[in-house]
Structures are given as structure tokens and as C-alpha cells.
């Protein structure tokens, strides 16, 4: 780390620094500026306490960390991208991943004709929430276990794999037994116990960006994962909080190029929390494709102006059928080719 | 709700959307304006399916609530301000609470001889993490139930109430054995099943507003602790994530006449997170009782520069006893008073 | 309109409402809800007052606008995409448009051999700030009038059309002289005096959305130069501010695919601003294509590493052949092809 | 500066950092940490070239400044506050400034009544914008010359001193004949050209924060003016952007705080740019006295629901007699004073 001394510092208050920097157990490096010196503290900064706390002390001005603070996420560790199984399906590697399907399981009707669907359309994954994060405790909270149960069905009736979201440490157990991917939602990007929880599961597990959460705090929250042993991490990108209003969230490609270049870790993007028009969500797909994301999260519907919840976001059928259409010539530019389901389930 | 038809749209489109509006239950009222019609739905909004989904039909521009999405966290619900009792001490009236202690519990005689200094300083709550959510899966995470104990020593010597902060819902029981208020911290506001785990423990719980939540959701998180039977609620700012650099987070002062005004639970302000220089805690704390604040909640440390975490932003004993100082005629000026402890125990 | 009126506000308070509302000379059509009315005003929003004033009335809860702000600028009024000649070349067709060229202009020699290479590589513009707006009053200005005369003897020399920025109202005439496009930039975006001298200049204009624009705002900033006359308008997409410090800025792709279905107005993507390393500026190109871009301003330097302003955000000659290349199997599956120079300059 | 190594950087690399360093200037001091080095640059960051531009570089990861960019705005070069003439009254002092008038010159009646009302109620300047900077090109912008005549007649009749917007380079004249301070609003914020202008008139220039503006670069648009020979400066907070759509703005007291403690400048406060109501508008302002604010610029009208902009904004007579009475006891406990008119005019 590099300690910051105000200007104007007389050499013994430098010198106090000095020595709080090696008794935090760094080697400490002065460097004597013609404005400013500042403290260079020499040691492994993931192993050292933060030096952060001497802002305490009046003569530091600012602390600035050299190091990253994610080690096993990062790409240095892992130069090629990894290849994440799920279901036994290969996730992160040529083949590009779409996970489609309602925004809420609502009932069986609806969940079983939209896997037929996604699955006909291009699908490996079906998505479909049955417990869901919902901002008032007055709107729908999803089915629950009668949600799950309906999923292991549709799972068992057309081969594809699942991915849910699991909202609390209680339900881990339980979702873990019919998900193929524990989704942590971007309400819980910091819940750290359930990061924790999930990645005790030995599930792979999907790990959506908070609202307002910079790349490096996402990928200290992939870091959670890998940390407690579980190797499998997807990061999703699914809309930032900015000021713009046109849309509920701020769909951030650039982030999705930036995670591919720092982390070795498959990256999906989710279009449908963002935006809410069809044909808006099919440009970025087509976006998310151009700059490097391994695959999507997508959103349809039987009956989108009837859904339960966020209809306006989710496709119809037709509308996800012209999604693969629109982005298959980008997969070919991209050099990449949508996954198809291995024959036996 | 208003649904905003788009201009040119033929009358028989528009009328599927009357339909559709009578279909969800509502009373649909047209409106022909010069250049376009809205559809006026007449209903509860909060007991009726939520209209946005009609989005997904073309002729729709936009669907615009009219109803708050809050009801019990509302003053119109409570003109007046709730007074919260929490270890027998009422916050919310004229007499003005300090909430004091460290980040963290790190052992006994700092927890110890920082009680007594808050206590002398006029503080009635002592505040400190057993259970800490760190960023990075690399920092101290907390003593843990060895935290507790020590909070549970300090309150037996002290007489101080003990405000503490509960991550995962397994702990909320046992903490809530030793806290008089228990702390949902900004990383888990929209953490639904955690808040909804700390309102039926039956403890007053401290709402933290989220990084990036709008004031709005940061009520409907206050509205889940209510809604699952439990008044005792707090609104906590702690500072909103901009743009800024020069600070962590900004402290949304603003935010505090807001919830003030919309809600008629008490608010706190804890300016501890935002700033890394003890003269801003100062200044800002006066301008928390100056905007309405109801109490503080405020990071106190012997020795901030070797602080386990966030030593930056803690005062020591001295600017602690600053602090209640510099206060002191703002609170006169807001017809205010310093809360005391009750004299037994 | 809508003007919502609170609840439990009585018949005459509503009364008073509508009587304003008549008075603005809209025709007013209350509703009366379950829990609350509001008053729909019928009239051409933007030809009457903004009802936003009756905030001042204590009854008004919100007031909620229908229409759009912008007219000239929306697809509505022009629902094919229009095309923007500019030095007689056509932007916003199915030629894809490459501006390119140093972030200042330093020297003959620097900008000379850029002129040169870009051309070759593809550019049918060339870029280069003969006037810079610096954040700091010690930072280079750039070469002012020198510069201009440079860019002109480049124009003569390679036949490459010129963009450049315009700083001041003053600048205008002298710029408009050299430039086949005048550049507002992005801190200048709501500098509406400038704009306006802009459009009187009949040069076709380059609006930059704002650090902080919403996408309505930006269209409005455009609309001021269409409004005064001048048709001829190119959006620019630069990144906005957000709370992310990994880049200087976050380039908002999802804007420009927003922008192309609100606005008839080509749309071009400067990715540049936004981020420090070649790598990420050559994927984020690839996305602006897929994402419906009309074309790319990007900066490119003799050698990046030591030029007067922003080094690290410009591409060497190497870097830009290779952006040329990557974006081409995009174009291709955007069905757009890269523009050329006519022939005779 | 500190130009922070890429990991596993190798020695020869390393080298070339350290001679471009070399070559733009600077001293190079390199240090080997454990797991990265560092390239520490002395030499006066203000006057070298900034070695952003060595991001360029692919084995160069970060480049951090340590010393700040501003130095006449700074406090460390005028630890005492500073004190701004205005029309011959003090700015910055213990006496407390409040500056009220319409959002809009609307007409002569409009304005003196308004005038009248507010020097009773205590203010010692007038405002009032006579040039609107409008979102819209189809809003009321202003009554241009005439709106500056009847500031004229006001200042005149009343004593008031004037505070009036600039939005143009060529009104600066102008409006400097009839301003005691040029007000540059938020838009304009980063217009360099109008405030190299402004400052050359000799007027006391008022420098709103732009709507997305760091602190840093709020304090570098007034180093524009001061450095551009103009030492009458003052700061102005009135709401920055963020995700809150409650209000408009969310006005930054903390930014007014930490103002204070970087910049000798005096700072107003702008409240009424921010919110809706009165309410919040008295409350905003007894924050900002608390946190240290010089002044406020506020909005007052005769009949704010039929104000020509901004209606919602405004307080009306009333409104603006109970700030002052809600003000009172803060400015008290601040240890200030109101302002008061010198006798003679």
C-alpha cells in the first residue's frame, strides 16, 4: 500500500507513520516528494491488515491499495477462461449457453409449455423463479416448494437443466436438490452468509452483480465462493442503478468485457431486468454476444401482459424464437455456436 | 395506475387494453386527450396485480403508479411520530439517542473501556459488530459469539443498551438474546427473508437503507419488518453510493427530512461509513439533528489507526466527548435533549 | 397530465385544483379513484404550461407528464432512420462510419502520420481537438487556431472530412471553416447558447449525451439545433458517470440501442473516454456495432504513451488495424458495410 | 505519481517504465513490493505531464496521483476562510447571507413585490433569472435584457444587491453591469470559455456544482476563475444526480461540509433546485446552516402554483418569513448572524 502524507508534514509525524506501517508488519519505503512524501509499505497486502485505518492519524491524507483484492477469481491466477460444468454441460467455452424461461413459476400450464418452448427454440437451461425477491411484501413471493416440485418436473420432462434462485440459507439444501445452478439474485450480492451457504451446496453457482456493486466488490463476491471450495462460480451481469430513468436498470455490456478480461470465470448476461421492450432486449442479446458474454438469462412468458410478475420484461414465443434468430449471426461473428442439449438426458 | 397509450394507436387497440385493465380486476377509465389516451385504472393498487405488465403489449407506452407502495411505514397511516422503546428506553421523542462504540467487538478490554467512555459521554446504546460482512472474504469477519458475550459483559457493567448487527438467519435468535435493537446493515436491506426472520424475533429492528436504494424501497424493507407483526422498526442512513470519490459513500442528509416526512418511524443517522475524517463525522452529525435525525449511530475506538476494520472512520474518546459538545446547541436549536440513561439499570 | 391529489383531500381542495388546471388552459377530466383522484389535463403539453408549478398547492401529490418532450428528434415524426451528409459523405445508411484521429492535435508530424494511417485503415473521418475542454486550468488547451489549420492541410492532403470540437460561441464561425462536422462535447451538452450557434452554422453538429444526461435530455440538447434550423444532428454516445472506478467512465451501450428506437438520428459511439486499455476499446466496439451503432469516434496516436492529453485511451496504428479488423464479422452481421472515401476528394 | 506494475512484470519492463518516467520529467524512484512493484514519480504533478498516458503501456496497471489538482481553491494555501465583496458586503464572514428571488423575472410586479417581501424578511441580494437555461428548447427562457432592467429598478428601489445567471460568453458584459455576482449554474458548470469570461469581468462569480460534478472538479471550475485572475469566488451546492427519483436532485450536504474543510471559499446553499416542497426546503436549510454553509440562494415567488418555471420549487411570502423563523435558532448555535443591508444603499 502507499500512505499518503499531507503536505507541510514535519519529518517526526512522518516518522510516526513509519513506524505504525512496521508495526502492522510491513516494510515501510519512504519516498520524499518535492510537494508531498509519501510511505510506501512493502508486504502482501491480502495477508497484512488494511492499512486504511491510519487515516485515523491527521498527517495521512489518502491510502491507496496497490494489489488486487481478488486472487482466486482473477484471470492472473487462471490465464484461460475456465470451463464451469453444470448438469454436465459445459459452460464458458465455444458453445454459447441460453437460459430461458419465466420470470415465476405460476403453475404448471405455464411452466411446462415454456420449456417445450425454450428447449425447441434453443435452450439448455430453464429458468423460472419459485421463491422471488420481491421489493413489497405485498406482491407475489412465488411458489415456493410446489415451485420447485414443478421444475424437477419439466427438468425430467424435456432433458433441460435448471437454474433458480435460492433467497435464503434454510432453502439451500432443498433448492440444491432440483437446481442445476443456485442463482444468487442481485438483492443478495452481499448476503455473505448465503454466498457461503451456496458454495457449501458443492452446486455450481450463479452470482448476479448488486445494483450497485464496482466489478472488484462482484468479483469478491464470486471470491466468497471459490473461497469456501466450490470452484463452480458463473458471474451475471444484470443492470446497474444510475440516474437514467427510460429504463429500470442500466444494462452494462462494458462490464461484461471488463469481467472477461480480469476473471477467468464464464460471464452470462440477463437483458430482461432492464428493459421493457421486447425488441430492446433482443439488441443487447445481440451486444452481450459482441462483447465476450458465454451466454444468456432470458426471460419468457406463455402470456407476457398476464404474468404474475414483470411481464412487461419477459418474450413471448415468438418473440424469443426472432431473439436466437437475431443473435446467430453474431455468434458466428463472435465465432461461437449456440449449445445444444446432449441427447441423453 | 395509469396506463399511457401510445399516440396514433387505433380505438379497437386501445380497447384491448380497457379490456385487459377490467380483466385484472379493475375499473378502467379512458381518457382521450389531443395527441394521446390514457387508460385511468380505478382500484387498490396495492391489493390489484400490478399493471406494468401490460408493457408487453406494443400500443402501451408506459404504466404509471399513483398509490404509495407503502402503507404501515406511512405517516398517513400515523401522523405522528412513533416513539420505538427498545431495553425500556423510548427513541423517537424529544430526548435525542447516542448510539456509540466500535466497528467491531475485538476484545474485551476495548469493548470495555470504550462502554465506559460512551457511557460518560452520554451515549444510552452501545454499538458493536460481532458478526462483520466483509467485502473481501480475506478480512476479520468478527468475533462471533465470543462478540456477544463481551456485549452482553459491557451491558451488565455499563447499563448501556446494545444495538448489534445480524447477518444470517440462523444468529438472529442468539442475538437477539443480548441486543436491545438488532442492526440489518446497508449489503442485506433487501435481504426479505432476513428482515422477515428479525421482525418475528420480536427485537426493535435498525433498518439500514441499502447502497442504492431509493427511499421508496428502503420503506418497503421497513414495510416487511411491520407487515410480519413486528412496529418496532428504526430507519438508519448511512450513506448512498454517487458518483464521489473524495468520500466512501455520501451521506444522504436530504434522505433524513424525506423519511421524516413520508414515514413516521424515527430515524437515525450514522455518519461513521461515509467520511474518513473525524472533523466531517463532527460537522455532519450536526446536520443530522439539524435535518430531524432522531439519534446517532456512531463508530468510537481507543486507538482508530489500529483498528481491526474501518479505523479511518472511528473517533477516539476525545472527539468523541468533541462530538456531544459541538452538538449540544444544535440540539437546543431543534428543542432537543441528550437522552440519559434511566438511572437503575 | 396527470395531477395526483393526495388522499383524504376534500371535495372543494379538489375543486381548487381543477380550477387551476382550466386555467392553465387545459381541459381538465378528474377521476375518482378508490383511495385517491386525480385530475388528467387535456391539452398539448408542449404548447401549455408545465403543470409541475401546482406542486406549490399542497393537496398535489406528484404530477406525471404523458407526452414526450422531444419532437423534431423522435422516430415518431420520422420513422425511418434518417441519413446526415456531411462533407458529402452519408452518415446513418447502411455504411458503417469510422472517425478517427489523436484526442488533441500536438504537431504537424503527429497528426499528419495519424491522418495518414487512419485513412488507410478504414476512417473516412478525421478526428483531433484543436480546442480541449481540460478539467484543470494547468492542463494543454490544445492548439487553438494552429490547430485548425492543421487539421485543414490534413483534410487536403489525405481527403478525409474533419470532426472537431467547438468550445465557444466565439469559435463557431472560425471552426465551422475547417470542420465537415462540428463536436459538442459532453461537458458542453447542456451549453444550449452553444448549441444553439452551432445549428445556425448549418454544419451538421455531433451532440455528446452529458456525464450525466438521461437519454431524454440528451435528445432535448439535440433537439435545441434542430429546432433552430439546422437538421443535420449526430448523437454520441461517450459513457456516462456512475459509481464505477475501474473506468473513467461507464459507456452505455443500452443507450444506443434506446436511442436508435426513440430517435431518427444516427447514432456514434466514442469509446474511448471511457476506458484505459486497447483491449477493452476494440470488444466495446464490437458491441456499439451490435447494438445498432451508425458508426465509431475513436481516438488513435502515434504513440500513446507519451501524448499531451489521454494517452492511455488511444489506440496506436497497430491497435486501430486491429479494431478494424475484429469489428468486421460484426458488420457483416449487422448487414452494414465499412464506408469509403468517394474517390475524387 | 505512483505508476503501479503489472504482476510477473518482468525486469526489462520495468526499465522502460522507469525511463519514460525519466523522460517526461519526473525522478523515478521504483520500489519491489512482494508481489508487484511500484514506480514512484517526484516531481510536481501540477506542472509535469500527467503519466496517465503511461496506461498506454500494457505492463502498466494503474498510475495513482498523490498531490491535489487544485491550489488556489485550496485551504492549504489560505487556511483561514475566505471573505468575498460583493456590492460591497462581506461573503463568508460570521454574518449569514441569504439571497432570494424569483426562479424566473417575470414581470415588474412579480419582481418588486417579491423584492420588497424578501429584503423585509432579511435577505441582502435578489435573485432572479433573467437568462433560463431550459431542458427544452420550448420552455420560457428568460426575459433577457428586459429581465435585467427590472433587476436594475429593483436593486434601485430596494438596496438589494443582484445575483443573476450568465449562460453565454457574449452577455457577460451585460449582465456584469447590473449583477453584483454572476451566477454560473449547474450546466454551465463545466463551460470553461464562459468562466475564463466571467472571471475577466471582475465580478464575483458564484460557480454552481454541476449535476455530476466530484468535489475535486467543482473546486477546479473555480480554479478557472481564480486563476484567471478573478480571487471573488463562491461555491455553490445545489443537488447532485443519483438513482433517488423522490426529488429531482438530492441536495449534497456533505459536499457542503467537506467544502469547507478543502477550500477556503465561501459556499452557498441552493436548496430549492432539489425538492418539491416547502417543506423540506425549510427543513434543507436549517441542515445547512449546520453543516457550515456561508449562505442560501432560495427560491420566492408571489404565487409559486403560476410561476412561469419551477413553480413547485418556490416558496411563496409566507413560506419564506417561516424559513428565516425556522433558520433563527441554527444560525444561533452556529455561532452566525443574519445578514443585514448597510444603511445607506
Known amino acids: 500500500m502507499i500512505v499518503v502524507i499531507r503536505p507541510h508534514t514535519s519529518p517526526d509525524k512522518i516518522d510516526e507513520v513509519i513506524q505504525e506501517v512496521a508495526a502492522l508488519g510491513y516494510t515501510p519505503a519512504p519516498i520524499h516528494g518535492v510537494n508531498q512524501s509519501v510511505v510506501a509499505a512493502i508486504g502482501d497486502e491480502n495477508t497484512h491488515p488494511n492499512l486504511e485505518s491510519l487515516l485515523a492519524l491527521p498527517q495521512v491524507e489518502r491510502v491507496l491499495r496497490v ?8 484471470r492472473e491466477t487462471h490465464p484461460d477462461g475456465s470451463i ?34 425454450v428447449r425447441e427454440g434453443g435452450a439448455t437451461f430453464l429458468r423460472g423463479g419459485a421463491y422471488k425477491p420481491r421489493t413489497s411484501p405485498y406482491e407475489f413471493q412465488g411458489l415456493g416448494p410446489e415451485g420447485l416440485r414443478l421444475l424437477a418436473k419439466a427438468k425430467e ?14 432453502d439451500v439444501e432443498r433448492v440444491a436438490e432440483v437446481a442445476d445452478i443456485l442463482q444468487i439474485g442481485a438483492r443478495n450480492s452481499q448476503n455473505f452468509q448465503l454466498l457461503i451457504a451456496a458454495s457449501k451446496s458443492g452446486r455450481p453457482v450463479l452470482v448476479k452483480r448488486g445494483f450497485s456493486q464496482r466489478i472488484e466488490e462482484w468479483l469478491l463476491s464470486a471470491e466468497y465462493v471459490l473461497a469456501h471450495g466450490n470452484p463452480k462460480v458463473l458471474l451475471c451481469e444484470r443492470g446497474i442503478r444510475t440516474f437514467e430513468t427510460y429504463t429500470r436498470n442500466t444494462l452494462d455490456l462494458s462490464a461484461v468485457a471488463i469481467a472477461k478480461l480480469e476473471s477467468h470465470l464464464p460471464v452470462i448476461v440477463d437483458p430482461s431486468q432492464g428493459c421493457g421492450r421486447a425488441e430492446l432486449v433482443v439488441t443487447l442479446c445481440c451486444g452481450a454476444v459482441a462483447v465476450g458474454a458465454d451466454g444468456l438469462l432470458v426471460e419468457v412468458h406463455p402470456h407476457p401482459a ?8 419477459q418474450l413471448d414465443f415468438t418473440g424469443f424464437r426472432n431473439l436466437i434468430k437475431q443473435i446467430t449471426p453474431f455468434l458466428e461473428a463472435a465465432n461461437r455456436s449456440l449449445q445444444t442439449l446432449p ?3
Not at 488486487?68 to 477469481?73: I, N, V
Request: hydrophobic share 35%; net charge negative; charged share 20%.
Open 67 to 74: 494489489q488486487k483484492r481478488y486472487r482466486l477469481a482473477s
Open 306 to 313: 398476464e404474468a404474475l410478475s414483470d411481464g412487461q420484461q
Open 157 to 170: 420432462l424435456t432433458g433441460l437443466r435448471i437454474i433458480t434462485e435460492v433467497l435464503s440459507e434454510h
Open 84 to 117: 464451469v460444468e453444470a448438469g454436465s454441460i459445459p459452460i464458458g467455452g465455444r458453445a454459447f449457453t441460453i437460459m430461458a424461461g419465466p420470470c415465476s413459476v405460476e403453475n404448471e400450464k405455464q411452466l411446462l409449455t415454456t420449456a417445450e418452448a
Open 343 to 345: 441427447t441423453q438426458k
